[in-house]
């Protein structure tokens, strides 16, 4: 990481993974980039996601593939008071007026398939939990629908980083 002074630590680049609203995922297929944005849920040292039986995750995200996973939280665009903006001028660091704050954190991962009906169950719960959790009365019948025809993919994280810019 070129700025070590963003760094942040392993437990905050998991909280940023966990309050991630979406992620972006990547990794190489045939000498092109392929990358998608999805919704994910974190157990352990594990990234759950789910998709359709076919297209380019369900042919890309197994087998130990590596796949890059990117958070961003907290994004906002400062607004600074006449004083800030003069006190910034006097520094002669008008360029630090047109910034953004964020967190963000970057996990390399190994793709595999969930196969086993149980721990897809469970995936599909996590899922279910953090983004509808007051529909979860009906879980149980979504499952019945839907089972056999998604896929789960577990990304198991193999390195972590995070930075923050906070003004």
Not at 58 to 67: C, E, N, P, R, T
Not at 74 to 86: G, L, R
Not at 93 to 116: G, L
């Amino acid at each position: 990481m070129r700025r070590k002074d963003r760094e942040l630590s392993q437990d905050e680049a998991l909280h940023i993974i966990d309050s991630a609203q979406y992620a972006v995922v990547s990794c190489i297929d045939g000498g092109e980039i392929f990358s998608v944005p999805i919704s994910i849920v974190r157990d352990k040292d594990s990234i759950f996601l789910h998709g359709a039986k076919g297209g380019s995750k369900a042919s890309l995200f197994q087998d130990g593939k590596d796949v890059e996973l990117v958070c961003v939280i907290d994004i906002k665009v400062p607004k600074f008071s006449k004083e800030q903006i003069d006190s910034i001028l006097e520094q002669g660091k008008v360029s630090s007026i047109f910034t953004t704050e964020y967190k963000s954190a970057i996990a390399k991962t190994k793709a595999y398939e969930v196969s086993d009906d149980e721990r897809k169950i469970y995936a599909l719960k996590i899922l279910s939990q953090k983004y509808t959790p007051q529909y979860m009365k009906h879980f149980d019948d979504a499952i019945k629908e839907s089972l056999k025809i998604t896929k789960i993919y577990e990304l198991k994280i193999q390195t972590l980083s995070a930075k923050a810019k906070i003004i």
